[in-house]
Nanobody, 124 residues
Framework: QVQLVESGGGLVQAGGSLRLSCAAS????????MGWYRQAPGNQRELVAL?????????AESVKGRFTISQVNANTKKTVYLQMNSLEPEDTAVYYC????????????????WGQGTQVTVSS
């Protein structure tokens, strides 16, 4: 059973830091793109940061220079981190961990998994 479990959210003042963790288990995620998304009330879910299958990071413009995504592999369990510094009230949202992989074996198949989310609230 695939599980993505986020932790590390909370309430922090503007300018502060938080580190989110996502524990992914249930299959080998070595070829998966691992990402962090967020959704604020009334807004669509948006990409925050992503590590592709080769380990290359991608960041939303709004978080570049402030957030860092990283990952650690241990056997069949992968942990993905999001270090968030210089937090702003605009970063307030529910943050979701995502694992995604698309393969082609005669037909295109996409494997797409989400965690339950963790709330991040930044006060001004």
């Amino acid at each position: 059973q695939v599980q993505l479990v986020e932790s590390g959210g909370g309430l922090v003042q503007a300018g502060g830091s938080l580190r989110l963790s996502c524990a992914a288990s249930g299959r080998t995620f070595s070829s998966y793109a691992m990402g962090w998304y967020r959704q604020a009330p009334g807004n669509q879910r948006e990409l925050v940061a992503l590590i592709d299958g080769n380990g290359g990071p991608t960041y939303a413009e709004s978080v570049k220079g402030r957030f860092t995504i990283s990952q650690v592999n241990a056997n069949t369990k992968k942990t993905v981190y999001l270090q968030m510094n210089s937090l702003e009230p605009e970063d307030t949202a529910v943050y979701y961990c995502n694992a995604k992989r698309t393969i082609y074996d005669g037909a295109t198949k996409t494997f797409d998994y989400w965690g339950q989310g963790t709330q991040v609230t930044v006060s001004s």
